[in-house]
C-alpha cells in the first residue's frame, strides 16, 4: 500500500515553470537517476530563487508515506479497541 501511494505521488510531479516565491515549508528535492548521470528537481514552491530545474507536487512523493504509516496506525488503533470491548 505504501510503495502505491509514492508511486501514485510521482505520477502528479511534473516540471513546473511557475514561479512561486514561498518562504514557509521545508525543501524538497527528487533525485532521478538514469544512465546519463543524476538529475536534481526542486520543489516549485521556491522556484523564484532560480537554482535549477523545478518541479510541482513534490511534497506529495514525501508525504504519501507518511499518509499510509498513519493510517496503519489508525486501523491498528481500533483493532485494538474493538478487542477491547
Known sequence: MELKSV???????DLSSAPLC??????????????SGDHEYLDDFYGCEKKGAYMTNLDEVFQAPLRS?????????????KQAI
Open 7 to 13: 508511486f501514485q505521488a510521482l505520477d502528479m510531479v
Open 22 to 35: 514561498g518562504a514557509d515549508k521545508g525543501t524538497f528535492a527528487l533525485t532521478i537517476t538514469n544512465p
Open 69 to 81: 504509516y498513519r493510517r496503519f496506525q489508525l486501523f491498528i488503533a481500533s483493532s485494538f479497541a
